[in-house]
């Protein structure tokens, strides 16, 4: 094993090849907010929430992509990048239709605790109030795509831990949407084997169980590391 030493915040820690800064920051303390990370499941870096300073440039880079490497030096907490991930939180809430008081997460929320945590009280920008539907054809489970933050944390646990390969994303941009077999209604998929991963990896309300009203979604916590060891068994 291949160890790298490297800086965060001033401090001088070690991790192996392979680890991300992100992964290393953790394991040492240092606190870097995340969205579409999850432990157990490839990073895609869709977020950006994580972004840290590389130094001596500056350049941004998501801190869940970049690999440790030898002498590397990154800031992961300044009042730039705090405003940095501000504004990532922000344009989340004002792009789809986040009304936490009529949500089934609500109190439970990845989206609502890390909006907490960088003190955002209010939105400067104005909401896209976009009317986009809630898919509600399966059986257990629905889908509301005002929730919806596109963290790729359903695509990737349906396809890289269960191997149904049942979610996907179509369309660019603001159009950009969560769909299963390829555009068919959740509750005609082939594929899907209704075995509810995405449902418990989703840090929002856009996938729930049936049967939840206001504030009942509650994600089972203790099942993703279950799911991060089965991940890292099948790769
Ligand atoms: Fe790194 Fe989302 S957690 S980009």
């Known amino acids: ?20 800064v992100l992964d290393v920051a953790r394991a040492n303390g240092i606190p870097i907010p995340t969205l579409c990370h999850l432990d157990g499941l ?20 998501p801190a869940c992509m970049l690999p440790v490497e030898e002498g590397l030096e990154v800031v992961a907490n300044s009042e730039t990048l705090h405003a940095h991930r501000r504004q990532i939180i922000e344009l ?50 629905a889908v509301d795509h005002n929730r919806c933050i596109l963290c790729m944390r359903c695509v990737r646990v349906c396809a890289d831990v269960e191997g149904a390969n049942t979610w996907g994303v179509s369309g660019r941009g603001i159009d950009a949407r969560l769909v299963t077999d390829a555009g068919t209604p ?18 929002t309300g856009a996938l729930f169980a049936k049967g939840r009203s206001v ?3 509650k994600a089972q916590r203790p099942y993703l590391p279950f799911l991060a060891r089965t991940a890292g068994a099948a790769r």
């Open 42 to 61: 490839p990073d895609v870096g869709s977020c950006r929430l994580c972004v840290v300073e590389v130094q001596p440039s500056g350049r941004l880079v």
């Open 92 to 141: 989340l809430f004002t792009e789809r239709n986040h009304v936490c008081a009529v949500c089934v997460a609500n109190n439970d929320c990845e989206l609502q605790d890390r909006a907490q945590e960088l003190g955002i009280t209010h939105l400067d920008l104005c909401p896209v109030s976009p009317k986009l539907g809630v898919d509600a054809s399966h059986e257990l489970f």
């Open 1 to 20: 094993m291949s160890m790298r030493t490297l800086t965060i915040d001033g401090v001088e820690v070690v991790g192996t090849e392979g680890q991300s």
């Open 186 to 203: 959740w509750g005609e998929s082939t594929t899907c084997t209704s075995c509810g991963k995405c449902v418990q990896v989703c840090p």
């Open 215 to 217: 504030a009942q979604a």
